[in-house]
């Protein structure tokens, strides 16, 4: 079955650590997006990438980074430096034109620091 | 800047009642794409309906209907004799047509249940 893979489900970390969050799709697409939700609010995109070694910041980046190796994978990773990093984070990816076409969700991966 | 509003935060109602979902948006853009996606308890955001700026034909699948009101800057979801299934956050949201990748704007989610 084609779809997206987050893993793993629920992660727990101490303040200060890095943590990197698995996306990998299997849909032959070439977008790849990064999305944070918090509770009762809406998703904010945090990166996308457009094709393989290509990425761009969303509209909250900071404390953020990503990597584009391979069309099937777009990890990303919390730093020390995010200051709030408890969130639900979702990966998504999109056939990338025209940009009329609907993304497919991950089934996301809940990260607890503490 | 783009937005999307979902004012209702909240909405219960009992099984088998109508319900709609508010959707307004704001986008300086003359061409755009609205979306609607569902997200149950298990967390994965699921695809409902597109809808492009140029198209204001309502649509229905099934229970659902969808009404889009460009004057208005509106696009709202209908669910008709709603089910216990039907319980999830939805979101709606909102993209400019482009090439590459699509930066969809959401709305802040309206959480439905429905009551046996």
């Known amino acids: 079955d084609g779809g997206i893979t987050q893993s793993p489900k629920y992660l727990f970390r101490k303040e200060g650590q890095n943590v990197t969050l698995s996306c990998e799709q299997n849909?032959?697409?070439?977008?790849m997006y990064w999305y944070r939700q918090d509770p009762g609010q809406g998703l904010r995109l945090i990166y996308y990438?457009?094709?393989?070694?290509?990425?761009q910041k969303g509209d909250i980046a900071e404390g953020y980074s990503v990597s584009r190796e391979k069309k099937e994978s777009f990890p990303l990773t919390v730093t020390s430096a995010q200051k709030n990093p408890t969130a639900f984070y979702l990966c998504?990816?999109?056939?990338?034109?025209?940009?009329?076409?609907?993304?497919?969700f991950g089934p996301g991966t809940r990260l607890t620091v503490t | 800047a783009q937005k999307v509003t979902q004012a209702q935060t909240e909405i219960s109602v009992v099984e088998k009642e109508d319900v709609t979902l508010d959707c307004v948006y704001e986008?300086?853009?003359?061409?755009?794409?609205l979306f609607w996606y569902k997200q149950p308890p298990s967390g994965e955001l699921v695809f409902l309906i597109r809808?492009?700026?140029?198209?204001?034909q309502n649509e229905i699948s099934g229970r659902y209907s969808w009404n889009f009101q460009k004057s208005t800057s509106s696009f709202n979801f209908t669910i008709t004799a709603s089910q216990v299934v039907d319980s999830a956050v939805y979101f709606c949201a909102l993209s400019e047509i482009g090439q590459g990748a699509q930066k969809l704007v959401f709305g802040q989610g309206t959480r439905l249940t429905i009551n046996p």
């Open positions: 998504a990816s999109s056939i990338a034109a025209p940009s009329s076409y609907e993304q497919y």
């Open positions: 849909l032959n697409h070439d977008a």
């Open positions: 986008t300086r853009d003359t061409t755009y794409y």
């Open positions: 990438s457009q094709i393989v070694n290509d990425f």
């Open positions: 809808r492009n700026s140029f198209d204001e």
